[in-house]
């Protein structure tokens, strides 16, 4: 039970360095050996001949919208569109109805993933009550009842003395701060990236240094407190450089970054389709290459895909009324190979590594490797065959993807969890 032999393919693990043509064996849902020609004792074997047999992929920012929102996501249609994506495990973020502000909510979100999710799903705690930036939220309880972050995620915290406080509260907890760099006072009202494209479209503009300034802030806090800070969705070119120059410091900080902000520019919304307009906006060319040097050089530590549901009702709306936000999970992995691998921009292994060891890392996880004695969970892709995006045929209650109908040259083959396989390509 919860056993399978993995044979034939290109198996890569960053953490252990390994990557040579090799079976891997799960039993009883851990790795029990990587190397070649294992034998499975009757054990289910899984083809994976002309793949590439890697960790579970982790993806660190995902909106479940469960409790509250079930209309757009639950908790079981997340899981099983991440498990189509390539995912084995998913970090929800808090601004769920009632936000995850409670060991109650908590503990709720961790039992529904145990009955409904194929995947393994880790709750992010809310920084303040209410997610409304005035006061801490039960952190230490919640980290009791299972979170492994915590964040105001959508609605940063504006008041700098309780961001400090926080980053205090999560030192002593041994927990990562993970904060949406906006100023909202800069970006108020704003519906795109501000610059050229948003004077020729007349739409009102959010400009980088919303972002940026968040982004210097926190760093400065995290220097004073010694927390571990992680940014999320970082998409300037400022940004890269900060967090950069305060690694080089010696700052426990990381950040991601997301595939639509290293796949897309600002220059796509010239049709006003609702399905672009995204926090943070895509931004310009020289941002988008600022990422993608990020992620060559190591400043960017993990890839995450925000994923952000939102029902057809509340998406296909005029572009200055539509919810900011979309879906993810699905073609994480196809943008990954059409931008940095199929490009030459990185290499296989790298990509694998910003999807399994920076993501483990930065929350502390015990996964994201294929070491004898981790956890079975394991991400099967390919390189090369080609296949179209149905944004119909996803498992996400949603529709919001701005990559309907485009083609992809490789993706995900199988996902396996715990040793079980939760979804194959057909």
């Given amino acids: 039970m919860n056993s399978l032999l993995i044979t034939g393919g290109r198996v890569i693990d960053p953490a252990s360095g390994f990557d040579a043509p090799a079976d891997v064996l799960i039993r009883n849902g851990v790795i029990e050996a990587v190397g070649a020609n294992l034998r499975g004792d009757g054990c289910p074997v899984l083809n994976a001949q002309g793949s590439i047999v890697a960790p579970g992929f982790i993806d660190m920012h995902v909106h479940l919208r469960d409790p509250g929102l079930e209309h757009a996501e639950t908790i079981e249609t997340g899981g099983k569109s991440a498990a189509a994506g390539g995912f084995t495990t998913i970090c929800c973020m808090p601004n769920t109805i009632p936000v995850n502000d409670s060991a109650m909510v908590t503990s709720y979100i961790l039992q529904r993933a145990r009955e409904t999710s194929p995947v393994n799903v880790y709750p992010i705690g809310a920084i303040t009550k209410g997610s409304l930036g005035e006061e801490l939220a039960a952190i230490g309880s919640m980290k009791d009842a299972g979170i492994v972050a915590i964040s105001d995620d959508g609605r940063p915290v504006m008041n700098a003395r309780i961001m400090r406080r926080a980053m205090e509260l999560a030192k002593a907890l041994d927990l990562t701060v993970i904060d949406h760099c906006e100023d909202l006072n800069l970006s108020a009202g704003g519906d795109m990236h501000?610059?050229?494209?948003?004077?020729?479209?007349?739409?009102?503009?959010?400009p980088s240094a919303s972002e940026d300034v968040m982004v210097a802030r926190d760093l400065l806090l995290s220097e004073l407190t010694g927390a571990r800070y992680h940014v999320a969705?970082?998409?300037?070119?400022?940004?890269?450089?900060?967090?950069?120059?305060?690694?080089?410091?010696?700052?426990n900080v990381s950040c991601e970054v997301t595939p639509h902000h290293f796949a897309i520019t600002d220059e796509e919304l010239c049709t006003y389709d609702s399905n672009y307009r995204m926090k943070p906006p895509l931004r310009r060319d020289e941002?988008?290459?600022?990422?993608?040097?990020?992620?060559?050089?190591?400043?960017?530590?993990?890839?995450?895909?925000?994923?952000?549901?939102?029902a057809g009702s509340?998406?296909?709306?005029?572009?200055?009324?539509?919810?900011?936000?979309?879906?993810?999970?699905?073609?994480?992995?196809?943008?990954?190979?059409?931008?940095?691998?199929?490009?030459?921009?990185?290499?296989?292994n790298r990509m694998i590594a910003l999807f399994t060891?920076?993501?483990?890392?930065?929350?502390?996880?015990?996964?994201?490797?294929?070491?004898?004695?981790?956890?079975?969970?394991?991400?099967?892709?390919?390189?090369?065959?080609?296949?179209?995006?149905?944004?119909?045929?996803?498992?996400?209650?949603?529709?919001?993807?701005?990559?309907?109908?485009?083609?992809?040259?490789?993706?995900?083959?199988?996902?396996?969890v715990g040793g079980s396989i939760k979804w194959t390509r057909n």
């Fill in 194 to 206: 501000e610059g050229p494209q948003s004077v020729k479209l007349g739409l009102r503009g959010i």
């Fill in 287 to 310: 941002d988008v290459e600022a990422v993608i040097e990020g992620l060559v050089s190591g400043v960017i530590d993990a890839i995450a895909t925000d994923h952000a549901p939102h």
């Fill in 357 to 416: 060891t920076g993501p483990a890392g930065i929350l502390k996880l015990d996964r994201g490797t294929l070491r004898p004695g981790a956890p079975g969970d394991v991400t099967v892709f390919d390189l090369d065959t080609k296949w179209t995006y149905d944004v119909q045929q996803s498992f996400s209650k949603s529709r919001n993807s701005p990559f309907h109908g485009r083609v992809f040259r490789g993706g995900p083959v199988a996902t396996v």
């Fill in 314 to 348: 509340e998406k296909m709306q005029e572009f200055e009324r539509c919810p900011f936000g979309i879906t993810g999970l699905d073609t994480a992995i196809g943008l990954s190979l059409a931008e940095l691998i199929h490009k030459g921009r990185i290499s296989v």
């Fill in 233 to 251: 969705h970082l998409s300037t070119k400022r940004s890269v450089a900060m967090v950069g120059f305060a690694k080089s410091r010696g700052l």
